[in-house]
Structure formats: structure tokens, C-alpha cells
């Protein structure tokens, strides 16, 4: 067998090692220059809407690259030969052996227009990233992506239709206007509250319509704006001259007896156990008329701050029927026990009272928005009628209807009772305004309606 003599003179057992070494070496390095020179191009997605950009804007991007990770990216702008970069950033190498940039990144920047010399109309905006391959002779691989956009600079014009001149303090109001371009937000900013907007349609004409307030506790009026955004996010606004008139300042002298508290403290340590370690009931009163009336009011306020786009209502909201007013809105109370100052709080609802367990009509059309206990107010319902509007109903001893419910203008929701705060049998009825609680009397009256919401929103 010569030639396997000869095979095993060339190729000995002994230094199969060093075949093996250098081998796995080869191995290693070609595995490394592999992913090197991987060809996987970066990732680039655009978080923010950019299709229009506005005098300023904020525009956010998300890249990736799964290999080598991320080398630079550059956001350009351009019309016709003009270029402007927007945002010019280069990675730096990171890992053990420095290899491998980022394997993803999120870029948020400002986009200034006004110092460009762009037109309006039409533009390019181009994203180009590169990674730390060595593919491309070292420069690695370059993802490119161009969006075509719209450069508007313009804020939206605003014309008012017709809205309130005229608000008391605690009351409501409302204004209708049309824009010279589609908006994306826009609302009435009274002070320093927002009031968000609905899209109308006024005689057949599309437009946008806001209902707003002033809280009971309003000093005066110093300013007052329409303010609108369009789709690249350009503020217009206009002044709205709105005057406003005090109401009368009411106050109310309340008596704590010990039948009271002897029945109603029992009734809130059962909801809040941490009243328990107040013995003193007087304490317990003024703990719940303080800390768990501001906790039931921000609940509230969070409840009916939504503006849902469509007015449900038809007509005036409704009075509870055959009932007697027993408090008034924004009455001023003192509370006394035997004869000593203990409290002041004011009230922001109606007191109605009716027979015991009387039925309790929804005052308009709407949808349930709360259902259930609610604290000082006892067992409540509230009611969304759309615009921003809604109405509650407190101290209830049964609830008929459930969250989400569609309810219609008089039809019975509740039994009165005197669950919560309530000494005896009655209904308590608030209406809001994007959270801020304003007087019922306004909504009641059929003609104050016309006149001052229905009439410019329809
Ligand atoms: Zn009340």
C-alpha cells in the first residue's frame, strides 16, 4: 500500500492541531469580516405627521440598524435648488472592540421655516442614515427616504359667526366661527382656561362651534381668544370682547345638629375607613366637607371635561317636576355646630326638593357618563349632552341607569334620597361646562338658551 504510506508521511496524525488552529482562526476572521461587511440597510420610520409643516414645528424620527448599528443621519429640506438641513448627527462607536453604533435611536428637533427662504407649497423632505458597515468601501450602508410635503407658514384665519357679548360670573356662553382653512384644535381661552371646540353645522354651513364658562369666583375678565391651529400646526386667534356681569352674592347660614352627624358619619366611615381614627364626629364633618369634597370635585372635573363632538340636546334641560327650591347656585354656606363657626364651603347646584323618592328625569338627551357613589354628593348620575356639557344628580337612594347608557330628555334615571351630605330627602342638580360648575337657571330657561348657545351652535 504505497500510497497510503505516502499519504501518511505527508499528512502525520501528530500536528493535526496546528490544521485545526489556524482553521478555526480563518474561521473566526471571516465570520467577523462577515458581519462587518454586512449589507442590511438602517430602518426609518417618521413618528410624527409631517405631511404639513408650519412656520415651527416638532418632527420625531425613529431609526434602527439590527447589525452594525447606526453611523449619522442627516434630515434635509428642499424646493426647486434651495437644500437646508435640519438636523445633522453622527453616532459614536460603542462595544468592548468599538464596532457597533447604536442599534436604535429617537430624534426629536424643531423645525424653524421662518429663516429659510422657502415658498409656500410644495417640498421634499429627505432622511438619510448610515451604519458602521463596512460595506461601500468603509462608508457603510445608506438608507435614503424622500416624503413629499407642504411648507404652509400661515396661521388659519378666523371670522366669527356670532356668540355671547354678555356673561355673569358662574354663567355659560358660546361662539361660532368659520376659518379660511380645515383646523386640527381649537377651543375659546377665557383667562387661563381652555375651552376645546366642536365642528358645526351652522344653517348648512361647516364651521366650529365653543361652549364656555366663567367660574362662580371669577374677578373679571382679562383676556378672551378664539385660537385655532391647523394641520402644520400654525396658531391664528382673535380677540372676543365678552363682558362680564356679577351675580349676586347669596349666603346661607347651615346648623349641624348631633342627629345629623350621629347618622352621617357612620354612613362616610363605612366608604372611608380612615375616618375611623377621627373620634371627634365635628372633626370627621370637617374632614369630609373639606378633603373628600376636593377629592369628589376633581373626580368630577376629570368626569366632564370631555367635549364630545355632537350636541345631544333638544331644548331646555329640565327641572326636577313639582319640586321647591331649598339652595341656590354659588350660595355662600357658613356651618355652625351649637352655635360655633365650623366651616364655609359654597354651593354649586341646585336644591330641589320633591316628595320622598321622587323620580328623577334626565334633563336632556345625552349619555351616562358616571354612575355611582361620589363621596359628599352620595349615590350620583352624570350626564354627558355633548359640546362639553353635562349634567349631575346627587344624594340619590337608587340609580336606574348604567354607565354608557343613552338616555332621553325626560326619561326617569334616579329615585331622590339623601345618600351623601344631605340632611334629608332631596335632589341635588349641577350642570358643568368643561369641568367648571356654572348656574342650571341659564340651561332651564328656553329662551336664555336660544338666545345665547342653541341659537349661534344650530
Ligand atoms: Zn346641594
Do not use: C
Not at 354651513?205 to 362662580?216: C, K, L, Q, T, W
Request: charge should be positive; glycine fraction near 8%; hydrophobic fraction near 40%.
Amino acid at each position: 500500500m504505497d500510497t497510503l504510506d505516502s499519504f501518511e508521511k505527508v499528512n502525520p496524525k501528530r500536528p493535526l492541531i496546528f490544521f485545526i488552529i489556524p482553521v478555526a482562526v480563518l474561521v473566526a476572521v471571516a465570520l467577523i469580516l462577515v458581519s462587518l461587511y454586512e449589507k442590511e440597510r438602517p430602518q426609518i420610520s417618521i413618528v410624527s405627521d409631517m405631511a404639513r409643516i408650519g412656520a415651527t414645528a416638532t418632527a420625531e424620527i425613529s431609526l434602527s440598524d439590527r447589525r452594525s448599528g447606526l453611523q449619522s443621519v442627516e434630515v434635509s429640506l428642499s424646493q426647486g435648488r434651495i437644500t437646508r438641513v435640519l438636523l445633522r448627527k453622527t453616532y459614536p462607536r460603542r462595544g468592548v472592540l468599538r464596532r457597533y453604533g447604536p442599534r436604535k435611536a429617537v430624534e426629536k428637533f424643531t423645525i424653524n421655516l421662518l429663516p429659510f427662504k422657502f415658498r409656500d407649497g410644495k417640498a421634499i423632505l429627505e432622511i438619510a442614515v448610515r451604519d458602521y458597515s463596512f460595506s461601500n468601501w468603509m462608508a457603510g450602508n445608506l438608507s435614503r427616504v424622500r416624503y413629499d410635503v407642504i411648507l404652509d407658514t400661515r396661521p388659519p384665519l378666523i371670522s366669527r359667526d356670532g356668540g355671547s357679548r354678555y356673561i355673569i360670573s358662574g354663567g355659560s356662553g358660546a361662539v361660532a366661527f368659520h376659518a379660511n382653512e380645515p383646523l386640527r384644535r381649537y377651543g375659546v381661552e377665557i383667562n387661563d382656561t381652555f375651552f376645546p371646540g366642536i365642528a358645526i353645522s351652522r344653517q348648512g354651513r361647516p364651521g366650529y362651534g365653543v361652549i364656555f364658562a366663567v367660574p362662580y369666583d371669577t374677578k373679571a375678565i382679562t383676556r378672551a381668544r378664539l385660537i385655532a391651529f391647523d394641520f402644520a400646526g400654525n396658531r391664528g386667534e382673535l380677540p372676543l370682547s365678552l363682558i362680564m356681569r356679577h351675580s349676586r352674592l347669596k349666603t346661607d347660614r347651615i346648623n349641624i345638629p348631633d342627629s345629623f352627624l350621629d347618622r352621617k358619619i357612620p354612613e362616610f366611615r363605612s366608604y372611608y375607613p380612615e375616618l375611623q381614627s377621627i373620634d371627634d364626629k365635628v372633626k370627621a364633618f370637617v374632614e369630609i366637607n373639606n378633603r373628600i369634597r376636593r377629592e369628589n370635585s376633581a373626580r368630577i372635573k376629570e368626569i366632564t371635561r370631555r367635549v364630545s363632538p355632537e350636541l345631544m340636546w333638544q331644548g331646555r334641560f329640565l327641572r326636577l317636576p313639582r319640586s321647591s327650591r331649598r339652595a341656590a347656585f354659588a350660595e355662600h354656606r357658613t356651618y355652625y355646630y351649637k352655635g360655633k363657626k365650623i366651616d364655609a364651603q359654597v354651593h354649586l347646584g341646585m336644591d330641589l326638593a320633591s316628595v320622598q323618592q321622587a323620580k328623577v328625569p334626565a334633563a336632556n338627551n345625552g349619555v351616562v357618563a358616571f354612575a355611582g357613589y361620589m363621596g359628599i354628593y352620595g349615590n350620583t348620575v352624570i350626564i354627558d349632552h355633548g359640546g362639553g356639557v353635562f349634567s349631575l344628580y346627587a344624594h340619590l337612594s337608587q340609580i336606574g341607569v348604567d354607565e354608557g347608557k343613552k338616555v332621553v330628555r325626560g326619561e326617569v334615571i334616579a329615585l331622590s334620597g339623601s345618600t351623601g351630605m344631605a340632611g334629608g330627602d332631596h335632589l341635588h342638580f349641577s350642570m358643568l361646562v368643561n369641568g367648571i360648575f356654572v348656574n342650571p337657571l341659564e340651561w332651564w330657561d328656553e329662551n336664555w338658551l336660544n338666545l345665547n348657545i342653541s341659537g349661534y351652535l344650530r
